[in-house]
């Protein structure tokens, strides 16, 4: 019984038509003292969100964006009232509220911090302590949740030359086989040049990574990412803020065979050094006379060089 206020409650019995007779069948009004009436105490969670990652908890959870369970029992969602009533059998003591997300359609929320009365947070745990009383000692408590939106991870793919179909294998920290360590490559993902790039969806802020490994024929030539900071930053280190969209760019140049010939004109009858080179590794061959040099190789960025041979 709640709200019940005022003074002693008293009942009476109806006068009967017979002014001699007077009884009462069935059930009857018992005469019960305000100060007598045991009210059984609330717990009242809500939840407050930061949608836009601006520092300011501007929303509450949604009907049925949260889930609430209390000592471990059945989780109860978000209500119409956008929080939820948790009301009591064996109320006195201490109780366990945990939180969940069931929702995830405007995104993905972290536990930030809590507040409340009768109501102490250990992480995103909270502990109410009530007590059953009357209207004047009865112990309720109220605790709030208070959330912010996470980030985004972009991974575009650029291939030089452009256009090319072929596939590039990432292997990305936040997906449940994914360490994005080279080491213990795993692939999550392909992309190619011209693949739309992958979206990681909503993350909790934190430091992730991703990786790639070039295919054969080609080597990377950059992988940058940046984030609304402006700063650029490692794909193996990527640290993600509340709102934060990271945007990381992977570019790779395919090796090109190269072929490079020499020929000799006349009839020499010493032996002639000839020097070829290119923009990325000088290469020195002694020829004989009536011969040529054929270089051939697999050249691209800095650093791959010709292999040689003679031949005629």
């Known amino acids: 019984m709640s709200g019940?206020?005022?003074?002693?409650?008293?009942?009476?019995?109806?006068?009967?038509?017979?002014?001699?007779?007077?009884?009462?069948?069935?059930?009857?009004?018992?005469?019960?003292?305000?100060s007598s009436v045991v009210r059984l105490p609330d717990i009242t969670v809500t939840k407050h969100i930061d949608r836009d990652g601006d520092g300011t908890f501007e929303d509450l959870a949604n009907p049925g964006e949260y889930s609430f369970s209390l000592d471990g029992g059945t989780p109860v969602t978000t209500g119409y009232r956008r929080e939820r009533l948790l009301l009591q059998r064996d109320?006195?003591?201490?109780?366990?509220?945990?939180?969940?997300?069931?929702?995830?359609?405007?995104?993905?929320?972290?536990?930030?911090?809590?507040s409340g009365t009768n109501c102490v947070f250990s992480g995103s745990t909270a502990t109410a302590s009530v007590r059953a009383g009357d209207l004047n000692s009865v112990q309720n408590a109220s605790c709030s949740f208070y959330n912010r939106i996470?980030?985004?991870?972009?991974?575009?793919?650029?291939?030089?030359?452009?256009h090319h179909t072929q596939l590039f294998d990432f292997d990305a920290s936040w997906l449940p086989d994914g360490?994005?360590?080279?080491?213990?490559?795993?692939?999550?993902?392909?992309?190619?040049?011209?693949?739309?790039?992958?979206?990681?969806?909503?993350?909790?802020?934190?430091?992730?990574?991703?990786?790639?490994?070039?295919?054969?024929?080609?080597?990377?030539?950059?992988a940058l990412c940046s984030g609304g900071d402006g700063d650029d930053t490692s794909?193996?280190?990527?640290?993600?803020?509340s709102g934060e969209?990271?945007?990381?760019?992977?570019?790779?140049?395919?090796?090109?065979?190269?072929?490079?010939?020499?020929?000799?004109?006349?009839?020499?009858?010493?032996?002639?050094?000839?020097?070829?080179?290119?923009s990325v590794l000088p290469v020195s061959q002694s020829v004989a006379a009536g011969r040529r040099l054929i270089?051939?190789?697999?050249?691209?960025?800095?650093g791959v060089g010709c292999g040689s041979r003679p031949g005629r």
């Open 235 to 241: 794909p193996s280190s990527i640290v993600l803020e």
């Open 245 to 278: 969209v990271i945007t990381c760019v992977f570019t790779n140049t395919e090796w090109r065979p190269l072929t490079v010939s020499k020929t000799v004109s006349g009839s020499y009858d010493r032996t002639l050094s000839w020097s070829l080179s290119k």
């Open 91 to 114: 109320p006195d003591g201490s109780h366990v509220i945990t939180e969940a997300q069931v929702d995830f359609s405007l995104g993905t929320y972290q536990f930030i911090e809590g």
């Open 4 to 34: 019940c206020t005022g003074s002693s409650q008293h009942s009476r019995l109806s006068a009967p038509a017979d002014p001699g007779l007077y009884n009462q069948t069935g059930q009857q009004n018992v005469p019960i003292g305000a």
């Open 179 to 222: 360490d994005g360590n080279p080491a213990t490559f795993d692939t999550d993902f392909q992309l190619a040049d011209d693949t739309a790039p992958y979206a990681s969806g909503w993350l909790l802020p934190g430091s992730y990574s991703v990786a790639e490994v070039a295919p054969s024929g080609w080597s990377q030539s950059a």
């Open 150 to 162: 996470g980030g985004k991870i972009i991974v575009d793919k650029v291939t030089n030359p452009a």
């Open 295 to 302: 270089s051939t190789g697999r050249c691209g960025d800095a």
